[in-house]
Nanobody, 115 residues
Framework: QMQLEESGGALVYPGGSLTLSCAAS????????MDWYRQAPGKQRELVAT???????NYADSVKGRFTISRDNTKNTVYLQMNSLKPEDTAVYSC?????????WGQGTQVTVSS
């Protein structure tokens, strides 16, 4: 079993920056692929960024060049650094851990980009 807890969501001005954290407990996350998803009101959930257990990363086109996913396996934590935020980045951001035979969701953290 793994528990995931996101933190760092906030209200931020357009153009601002924010770093989200996803802390894992109950299991070691270094063997898992870690994803950040987001869901805006009235929209489908969107995969934002992925960090594989092997160290590679992938991003949605909408955030490429602005967001950076990273992981600190010593702290069992995954981060999402978000720069140049736009109002359309407003959503609930959730982390997702997956490996063969198991997957886990966090509860999400709200990010609001507004002036």
């Amino acid at each position: 079993q793994m528990q995931l807890e996101e933190s760092g969501g906030a209200l931020v001005y357009p153009g601002g920056s924010l770093t989200l954290s996803c802390a894992a407990s109950g299991s070691i996350c270094r063997a898992y692929t870690m994803d950040w998803y987001r869901q805006a009101p009235g929209k489908q959930r969107e995969l934002v960024a992925t960090a594989t257990a092997g160290g590679s990363t992938n991003y949605a086109d909408s955030v490429k060049g602005r967001f950076t996913i990273s992981r600190d396996n010593t702290k069992n934590t995954v981060y999402l650094q978000m720069n140049s935020l736009k109002p359309e980045d407003t959503a609930v951001y959730s982390c997702y851990a997956r490996t063969v035979g198991a997957s886990y969701w966090g509860q999400g953290t709200q990010v609001t980009v507004s002036s």
